[in-house]
Nanobody
Framework: QVQLVESGGGLVQAGGSLTLSCAAS????????MGWFRQAPGKEREFVAA????????YNVDSVKGRFTISRDNAKNTVYLQMNSLKPEDTAVYYC???????????????????WGQGTQVTVSS
């Protein structure tokens, strides 16, 4: 069982930066791949980024490549999403999630994750 709590969301102007954090409970955090998803009003939840349990591999959706970076600190049971050059279209509720599956294909899918946080709102003004 893993409990996830996101933080770091807020209101920022276009071009600005935010860093989201996701703190996980439990002693097995390092055995999970972690992902970030987002959901805008009226839209489906979409994949943003994922990182393997060791941090050795990361995956991003094309729309955030070069702007967002996912990382993790297994000693702190925390995964991060550094977001730079934010755009109004990045506005959404951001969720972190934990997965026991392997493989880039599975980690890009909502169904590939076992545990979810409650989400944190990110609003980018133009």
């Amino acid at each position: 069982q893993v409990q996830l709590v996101e933080s770091g969301g807020g209101l920022v102007q276009a071009g600005g930066s935010l860093t989201l954090s996701c703190a996980a409970s439990g002693r097995t955090f390092s055995s999970y791949a972690m992902g970030w998803f987002r959901q805008a009003p009226g839209k489906e939840r979409e994949f943003v980024a994922a990182i393997t349990w060791s941090g050795g591999s990361t995956y991003n959706v094309d729309s955030v490549k070069g702007r967002f970076t996912i990382s993790r600190d297994n000693a702190k049971n925390t995964v991060y999403l550094q977001m730079n050059s934010l755009k109004p279209e990045d506005t959404a509720v951001y969720y972190c999630a934990a997965s026991t599956v392997v493989g880039a294909f599975a980690l890009r899918r909502v169904t590939g994750y076992d545990y979810w946080g409650q989400g944190t709102q990110v609003t980018v003004s133009s």
